[in-house]
Nanobody, 124 residues
Framework: QVQLVESGGGSVQAGGSLRLSCTVF????????MGWFRQPPGKEREGIAS???????TYADSEKGRFTISQDNAKNTLYLQMNSLKPEDTAMYYC??????????????????WGQGTQVTVSS
């Protein structure tokens, strides 16, 4: 059994920063590949970045340079550092996990486990 618990969301002005956290409880072999997703109001869930247990990262082109995914394996915690936030970054943010990484990292349907989500609101 695996449980993902996100935290760190909130309200921030444009240009500000937030760091999201996702703590993983459960079997680590089931969470070899971790990802961050977001779902803006009225839109589909989209992939932001993924990270493998060995540290390899992949980013969506649109967020590369502003967002950074990282992990602390000792703490079983995944992070998403978000800088230079824009109003269009307003969304519910989710972490997700699956047992392998491949080129389909941005497809939500292939992830086995999801957190409950944390809201990020960016005001102009």
């Amino acid at each position: 059994q695996v449980q993902l618990v996100e935290s760190g969301g909130g309200s921030v002005q444009a240009g500000g920063s937030l760091r999201l956290s996702c703590t993983v409880f459960g079997y680590s072999y089931l969470t070899y590949c971790m990802g961050w997703f977001r779902q803006p109001p009225g839109k589909e869930r989209e992939g932001i970045a993924s990270i493998a247990n060995d540290g390899r990262t992949t980013y969506a082109d649109s967020e590369k340079g502003r967002f950074t995914i990282s992990q602390d394996n000792a703490k079983n915690t995944l992070y998403l550092q978000m800088n230079s936030l824009k109003p269009e970054d307003t969304a519910m943010y989710y972490c997700a996990a699956r047992s392998w990484c491949d080129n389909n990292w941005s497809v939500p349907a292939i992830y086995h486990y999801w957190g409950q989500g944390t809201q990020v609101t960016v005001s102009s």
